[in-house]
């Protein structure tokens, strides 16, 4: 089975300064994708960004870029020039193919404040 | 475009009692799921339907809990009876199709048991 780990529970960050949040995953695939969602307070689960695991090309969307290290099964985000509107959870997630569509496995979470 | 809508935003019951929630995807997309998230979780599917079928049912716990997707539209979760292990937040998402990977959430539905 494919689980998603979340090591970091919690973490501070100052406006304007850069973090990096942490995912790692298991699976026996070969084929799959990896994303980031962001959780704000209002509940509603936004894509930050997404990883095909066939390309070896780190996505990038604007401040958020991934590291994506396929032997290692790791997926960090990194967030440049942090701003207070990405106070957030951070929910790493792994999809693979499941009988025709696709399944998503979140981790824990890392609940990220922006402090200004 | 209107995104996930879901309703009701909060419900607060007591044990024993029935509760439903309600889902309505973006116009055209045929894959729904619902999702479970209990506090400082993440998310943990209960279902996913292709159309108007359930094609992956594994996690629900089918003694009290029950769903549809009449017309391949919206779609109904129950919980009957409701334990206070279900208190968590309900979420549903949808995409266009299989093949399609992204998912598009709606605000979710805030349940307290007491």
């Known amino acids: 089975a494919q689980t998603v780990t979340q090591s970091q529970p919690e973490m501070s960050v100052q406006e304007a300064e850069t973090v990096t949040l942490s995912c790692t995953y298991d699976t026996s695939e070969n084929n799959y994708y990896l994303f980031w969602y962001k959780q704000p307070p209002s509940r509603q689960m936004i894509l930050v960004i997404r990883q095909e695991a066939y390309k070896q090309q780190n996505a990038t969307e604007n401040r958020f870029s991934v590291n994506f290290q396929k032997a290692a099964k790791s997926f960090s985000l990194k967030i440049s020039d942090s701003q207070l509107g990405d106070t957030a959870m951070y929910f790493c997630a792994f999809m693979k193919l499941t009988s025709g569509t696709y399944k998503y496995i979140f981790g824990t979470g890392t609940r990220l404040k922006v402090l200004a | ?114």
């Open chain 2, 1 to 114: 475009e209107a995104g996930v809508v879901q309703s009701p935003r909060y419900k607060i019951i007591e044990k024993k009692q029935p509760v439903a929630f309600w889902c309505n995807p973006i116009s055209g997309h045929n894959t729904l799921y619902w999702y479970r998230q209990n506090l400082g979780q993440g998310p943990e599917l209960l279902i996913r339907y292709e159309n108007e079928e359930a094609v992956d049912d594994s996690q629900l716990p089918k003694d009290r809990f029950s769903a549809e997707r009449l017309k391949g539209v919206d779609s109904t979760l129950k919980i009957q009876p409701a334990e206070l292990g279900d208190s968590a937040v309900y979420l549903c998402a949808s995409s266009f199709d299989r093949g399609n990977t992204e998912a598009f959430f709606g605000q979710g539905t805030r349940l307290t048991v007491v």
